[in-house]
Protein backbone atom coordinates (compact mmCIF):
# COMPACT_ATOMS: atom_id res chain seq x y z
CA UNK A 1 0.00 0.00 0.00
CA UNK A 2 0.65 3.56 -1.06
CA UNK A 3 0.70 6.22 1.16
CA UNK A 4 0.72 9.77 0.63
CA UNK A 5 1.79 12.77 3.37
CA UNK A 6 3.88 15.98 3.58
CA UNK A 7 7.80 16.14 2.39
CA UNK A 8 9.82 16.74 5.61
CA UNK A 9 13.64 17.60 6.13
CA UNK A 10 14.24 13.61 6.37
CA UNK A 11 12.98 12.66 3.49
CA UNK A 12 15.80 14.71 1.78
CA UNK A 13 18.11 12.47 1.44
CA UNK A 14 15.77 9.37 0.33
CA UNK A 15 14.33 11.70 -2.24
CA UNK A 16 17.72 12.89 -3.47
CA UNK A 17 18.92 9.24 -4.10
CA UNK A 18 16.14 8.86 -5.60
CA UNK A 19 16.38 12.00 -8.18
CA UNK A 20 19.46 10.68 -8.82
CA UNK A 21 18.35 7.16 -10.39
CA UNK A 22 15.69 9.38 -12.53
CA UNK A 23 17.60 12.26 -13.55
CA UNK A 24 20.73 13.41 -15.02
CA UNK A 25 19.82 16.66 -14.31
CA UNK A 26 18.68 15.64 -10.60
CA UNK A 27 18.41 18.47 -7.73
CA UNK A 28 20.81 18.14 -4.90
CA UNK A 29 19.76 18.21 -1.02
CA UNK A 30 20.26 22.01 -0.97
CA UNK A 31 17.88 22.70 -4.20
CA UNK A 32 15.02 20.55 -1.84
CA UNK A 33 16.30 22.35 1.45
CA UNK A 34 15.59 25.66 -0.35
CA UNK A 35 12.32 24.54 -1.30
CA UNK A 36 11.11 23.21 1.87
CA UNK A 37 12.28 26.59 3.42
CA UNK A 38 9.78 28.53 1.51
CA UNK A 39 7.11 27.87 3.93
CA UNK A 40 3.04 27.59 2.71
CA UNK A 41 4.11 28.84 -0.80
CA UNK A 42 5.16 25.27 -1.65
CA UNK A 43 3.77 22.05 -0.87
CA UNK A 44 5.77 18.65 -1.44
CA UNK A 45 5.10 15.52 -0.83
CA UNK A 46 6.11 12.20 -0.83
CA UNK A 47 5.02 8.52 -1.54
CA UNK A 48 6.12 6.05 0.52
CA UNK A 49 5.64 2.43 0.19
CA UNK A 50 6.79 -0.41 2.91
CA UNK A 51 8.67 2.41 4.65
CA UNK A 52 10.46 3.39 2.00
CA UNK A 53 9.97 6.90 -0.28
CA UNK A 54 8.66 5.60 -3.66
CA UNK A 55 7.80 9.08 -5.11
CA UNK A 56 7.90 12.92 -4.45
CA UNK A 57 6.16 15.56 -5.94
CA UNK A 58 6.18 19.41 -5.62
CA UNK A 59 4.18 22.58 -6.38
CA UNK A 60 5.25 26.24 -6.29
CA UNK A 61 1.88 28.55 -5.60
CA UNK A 62 2.30 31.91 -7.12
CA UNK A 63 -0.43 34.84 -6.67
CA UNK A 64 -2.17 34.12 -9.84
CA UNK A 65 -0.57 30.25 -10.94
CA UNK A 66 0.96 26.91 -9.40
CA UNK A 67 3.66 25.11 -10.90
CA UNK A 68 4.91 21.75 -10.34
CA UNK A 69 8.61 21.71 -9.50
CA UNK A 70 9.18 18.62 -9.77
CA UNK A 71 7.46 14.61 -10.13
CA UNK A 72 9.72 11.30 -9.40
CA UNK A 73 8.50 7.86 -9.01
CA UNK A 74 10.80 5.11 -8.80
CA UNK A 75 11.51 2.58 -11.53
CA UNK A 76 9.68 -0.31 -9.76
CA UNK A 77 6.79 1.78 -9.16
CA UNK A 78 6.41 3.20 -12.72
CA UNK A 79 3.53 2.37 -14.54
CA UNK A 80 1.11 2.01 -11.77
CA UNK A 81 -0.92 5.29 -11.17
CA UNK A 82 1.67 7.01 -8.66
CA UNK A 83 2.73 9.78 -11.10
CA UNK A 84 -0.98 10.96 -11.45
CA UNK A 85 -1.88 10.17 -7.52
CA UNK A 86 1.26 12.22 -6.78
CA UNK A 87 0.10 15.07 -9.57
CA UNK A 88 -3.52 14.66 -8.20
CA UNK A 89 -2.16 16.04 -4.88
CA UNK A 90 -0.71 18.55 -6.16
CA UNK A 91 -3.42 19.80 -8.64
CA UNK A 92 -5.84 19.51 -5.61
CA UNK A 93 -3.82 21.81 -3.78
CA UNK A 94 -3.73 24.17 -6.61
CA UNK A 95 -7.46 24.33 -6.51
CA UNK A 96 -8.02 24.16 -2.57
CA UNK A 97 -5.63 27.69 -3.13
CA UNK A 98 -7.91 29.07 -5.73
CA UNK A 99 -5.24 29.23 -8.43
CA UNK A 100 -6.65 29.39 -11.84
CA UNK A 101 -3.90 27.38 -13.94
CA UNK A 102 -0.63 25.43 -12.93
CA UNK A 103 2.12 25.29 -15.48
CA UNK A 104 5.26 22.37 -15.61
CA UNK A 105 8.44 21.51 -17.56
CA UNK A 106 8.82 18.38 -19.07
CA UNK A 107 11.41 16.81 -21.61
CA UNK A 108 10.23 16.64 -25.11
CA UNK A 109 11.44 12.90 -24.93
CA UNK A 110 9.42 11.81 -21.82
CA UNK A 111 6.37 10.52 -23.21
CA UNK A 112 5.02 8.78 -20.41
CA UNK A 113 4.86 12.24 -18.04
CA UNK A 114 3.89 14.17 -21.29
CA UNK A 115 0.47 11.88 -21.79
CA UNK A 116 -0.19 11.75 -18.20
CA UNK A 117 0.03 15.50 -18.24
CA UNK A 118 -2.58 15.56 -21.01
CA UNK A 119 -4.26 13.38 -19.40
CA UNK A 120 -4.99 15.94 -16.80
CA UNK A 121 -5.83 18.32 -19.08
CA UNK A 122 -2.33 20.26 -19.46
CA UNK A 123 -1.43 21.81 -23.21
CA UNK A 124 1.79 22.44 -24.78
CA UNK A 125 2.19 26.12 -25.19
CA UNK A 126 6.09 26.12 -25.70
CA UNK A 127 9.44 24.69 -26.12
CA UNK A 128 12.79 25.73 -24.33
CA UNK A 129 15.51 25.04 -26.20
CA UNK A 130 18.28 23.09 -24.35
CA UNK A 131 16.54 23.72 -21.05
CA UNK A 132 17.66 20.22 -19.27
CA UNK A 133 21.49 20.32 -18.66
CA UNK A 134 24.12 18.37 -19.16
CA UNK A 135 22.16 16.87 -22.04
CA UNK A 136 21.00 19.74 -23.45
CA UNK A 137 17.31 18.64 -24.18
CA UNK A 138 14.04 20.99 -24.73
CA UNK A 139 11.54 21.06 -22.24
CA UNK A 140 7.77 21.52 -23.55
CA UNK A 141 6.19 24.27 -21.30
CA UNK A 142 2.42 23.05 -20.26
CA UNK A 143 -0.28 24.40 -18.46
CA UNK A 144 -3.45 23.65 -17.48
CA UNK A 145 -6.60 25.67 -19.49
Request: aromatic share 10%; charged share 25%; no cysteine.
Amino acid sequence: MTALRPMRWWDIEPVVALEKVLFDDAWSAEMFWDELAQGPSRTYVVAEAGGAVVGYAGLAAMPDEGYVQTIGVAPEQQRNGLGATLLTALLDDAKERGLPRVGLEVRVDNAAAIALYERFGFKGIAVRERYYQPSGTDALVMVTQ
